[in-house]
């Protein structure tokens, strides 16, 4: 079973982050800068808030307000939901999908260890599941090695082993 944890251990602990009082134009160039859709919003070492795409496409564009004048703390989401490293991938996805998320900061006695995306447990669910098709693809494989089919007589029977 995959746990957060391990995808941590392979796309890194790295968290983008901004303060409250900063300017949602800077969180916003943030994002498009280091190429992530989500900022956590840290007073400190303290999680107070997360600010996505979403919340600037929803709470400054269409409102018709200015980005640069706009502070994080206006539009930020404050009720940041976070998991333990030790959750599993699919805890994390119904989770995810009930709340309607996209992003799960990721918190260790009470600090901040990193981030996971939707897609970063999809590309994680995927490549169980081609790891099981391929273990499962070499079984059957190992088994047809053992068999001996005769289609003319319509038999099949276990091939000798020489050992």
Known sequence: MTIVRHILEDKGHQVWSVRRGDKVYDAI???ADKDVGALVVLDGS???GIVTERHYARNVFLKGRASPQTRVD???ERNVVSV???RSIEECMALMTAKRLRHLPVTENGA???IVSIGDLVKSIISDREFTIEQLAHY???ITDLIDVDEGAKQVRLKTLNV
């Open 112 to 114: 901040l260890v990193g």
């Open 29 to 31: 160039k943030m994002m």
């Open 140 to 142: 059957i494989s190992g």
């Open 46 to 48: 303290k999680i107070v």
């Open 84 to 86: 333990g490293p030790d």
């Open 74 to 76: 206006d539009i930020m």
